[in-house]
């Protein structure tokens, strides 16, 4: 339901006037054409809005802030592309603007909604996979998922921990080891060399 980012917004764009299609792209190529967006792609973002068109509550809380203050935007920060400030800007710089908020928008918004409609999807499915033995058998078999014993037993993947965290953490752990194999090798090594000097000064002393 939200609008598009200025990124998404560019790809649309450029899929229409190059008549390429951006589904399927590497992630290098999709780059590419979002690097080599034309300035002229933002001509005419901001056009104002009829006050036809206008719901009756926009028309009556509009004096508020002053007339022409609100207006529909084709996608998040298109107001960047007649502002003084952002007029000498390239569209990679311009999207770059947007970085945080996208991050912020993934990690509050976008993956609570993934979260959610995982688990009405996996629901969905273990009830209609509990409905269906009792139907089948008629009522002789079927079980309650709410007391599966797979319920502690789903397969998942740490999510705050990412692939390269893990292989840092490998390496550190690989160092740490061979830190501790020398350490023990070199005290192994050091014991070993006092005793043979006690031994030998213990042969050399005069017997009593």
């Not at 009830?127 to 998922?145: A, E, H, I, N, T």
């Not at 194999?181 to 002393?205: M, P, S, V, W, Y």
Request: aromatic letters at 10%; charged letters at 25%; hydrophobic letters at 40%.
């Amino acid at each position: 339901m939200r609008r598009a980012f200025m990124s998404e917004y560019i790809l649309e764009s450029e899929q229409a006037s190059r008549g390429v299609k951006t589904t399927g792209l590497s992630a290098s190529a999709l780059m590419s054409i979002l690097s080599t967006a034309k300035m002229e792609t933002f001509d005419g973002l901001i056009p104002p809005v009829r006050n036809s068109e206008r719901a009756d509550f926009i028309r009556r809380i509009e004096p508020l802030w002053g007339k022409g203050s609100l207006y529909e935007e084709r996608f998040i920060g298109a107001w960047m592309a007649t502002d003084e400030q952002y007029k000498s800007a390239t569209p990679a710089e311009l999207m770059e603007k947007q970085g945080q908020l996208q991050e912020i928008y993934e990690g509050r918004i976008a993956s609570l909604q993934r979260l959610v409609s995982f688990m009405v999807m996996f629901h969905a499915m273990a009830k209609s996979v509990q409905d269906f033995w009792p139907k089948v058998s008629f009522g002789l078999l079927g079980y309650d998922m709410s007391r599966s014993q797979s319920i502690m037993r789903i397969a998942t993947t740490a999510s705050p921990v990412s692939g390269s965290d893990v292989r840092h953490k490998m390496l550190e752990l690989a160092e740490e080891t061979a830190m501790k194999f020398c350490a023990g090798i070199l005290q192994k090594n050091f014991f070993a060399k006092r005793a043979k000097a006690d031994l030998q000064e213990r042969i050399a002393r005069p017997w009593p």
